[in-house]
């Protein structure tokens, strides 16, 4: 993927039972917008072809990282997603 994506870097991830959630870094690509839609878009195909079928949602959701705390708070609750996942879903 580096060859593919020389200005996008995935910082932190989680692969949820029901989702994903990645946290990219983007350096020097203006169009922000633009360069996670590619990510995404890309990222769904390969897991299609792999899974054979298309197990994902048509939308995403993204947030922009303004400063270091944003930044420190999303990997955290990139961290904590699977502990709360469970506690809701547990029988």
């Known amino acids: 993927m580096n060859a593919t994506y020389e200005y996008l870097s995935v910082d932190h991830y989680v692969i949820m039972p029901d989702h994903v959630h990645f946290l990219l870094s983007i350096h020097g690509q203006p169009q922000t917008s633009a360069a996670i839609a590619r990510f995404v878009g890309s990222f769904k195909r390969f897991c299609n072809k792999e899974y054979g ?35 809701t879903h547990q029988n």
């Open 53 to 87: 079928k298309n197990p994902w949602q048509s939308r995403y959701y993204d947030h922009v990282i303004r400063n270091q705390q944003d930044y420190n708070e999303t990997w955290e609750y990139i961290d904590n997603n699977p502990a709360k996942w469970l506690l």
